[in-house]
């Protein structure tokens, strides 16, 4: 079935950047934007933004938008994304999730979760 | 940004009783293609969310059909007919209408 691997847990400083990325499998990578969003431990799920694998456009949310880059490399059927000027407040499950449907109604499947820690 | 609101936020439920969660959202979610841009996702402990009902009342594949969702405009329902043990986790709504996406705080259902 459709599959997003992401890859594994990053522990960063203060001031550092970080870079996610989400290998799509058994699936047209070009045909679906991806979008991430994040979770902080025991909160709610916050929207980081979208990007389109065909033609690299991308939008992001107000937030992020000065800290944020979403990139892809369609040779390897991933997508990345870079997280910048890392504050404690940053620690938080970053997950990759696949649009389906029309204006990108739904999200499925999502990734497994990429655990980042932002700590001195 | 459209605000997702919730409720209950925490839901004990008895095994093989009925549940049911509402969302409401600040502004319609309709489409202009008819459609109501509005999911719902269970987060089991530890794991990603998994899609259960999109376009606010479509089972998505593989979801059992005590699940149900209804719905239009600014207020919605998801139902469990039947609760199962392994229904435990936060269910949340989330609209895809415009972005920013936006979710529900989550209601987290217990099972007695």
């Known amino acids: 079935q459709v599959q997003l691997v992401q890859s594994g847990a990053e522990v960063k400083k203060p001031g550092a950047s970080v870079k996610v990325s989400c290998k799509a499998s058994?699936?047209?990578?070009?045909?679906?934007?991806i979008n991430w969003f994040r979770q902080a431990t025991g909160q709610g799920l916050e929207w980081l933004g979208w990007?389109?694998?065909?033609?690299?456009?991308?939008g992001y949310a107000q937030k992020f938008q000065d800290r944020v880059t979403m990139t892809r490399n369609t040779s390897m059927s991933t997508a990345y994304m870079e997280l910048r000027s890392l504050k404690s407040d940053d620690t938080a499950v970053y997950y990759c999730?696949?649009?389906?449907?029309?204006?990108?109604?739904?999200?499925?499947?999502w990734g497994q979760g990429t655990l980042v820690t932002v700590s001195s | 940004d459209i605000v997702m609101t919730q409720s209950p936020l925490s839901l004990p439920v008895t095994p093989g009783e009925p549940a049911s969660i509402s969302c409401r959202s600040s502004?319609?979610?309709?489409?202009?293609?008819?459609?109501?841009?509005l999911a719902w996702y269970l987060q089991k402990p530890g794991k990603s969310p998994q899609l259960l009902i999109y376009?606010?009342?479509n089972r998505a594949s593989g979801v059992p059909d005590r699940f149900s969702g209804s719905g239009s405009g600014t207020d919605f329902t998801l139902k469990i007919s039947r609760v199962e043990a392994e229904d435990a986790g936060v269910y949340y709504c989330?609209?895809?209408?415009?972005?920013?996406?936006?979710f529900g705080q989550g209601t987290k259902v217990e099972i007695k």
């Open positions: 999730a696949r649009c389906v449907g029309v204006d990108c109604a739904w999200f499925h499947p």
């Open positions: 058994r699936y047209t990578f070009t045909n679906n934007d």
């Open positions: 990007m389109n694998p065909n033609s690299g456009n991308r």
């Open positions: 502004q319609s979610l309709l489409h202009r293609n008819g459609d109501n841009f």
């Open positions: 376009l606010a009342s």
């Open positions: 989330m609209q895809a209408l415009q972005a920013p996406r936006t």
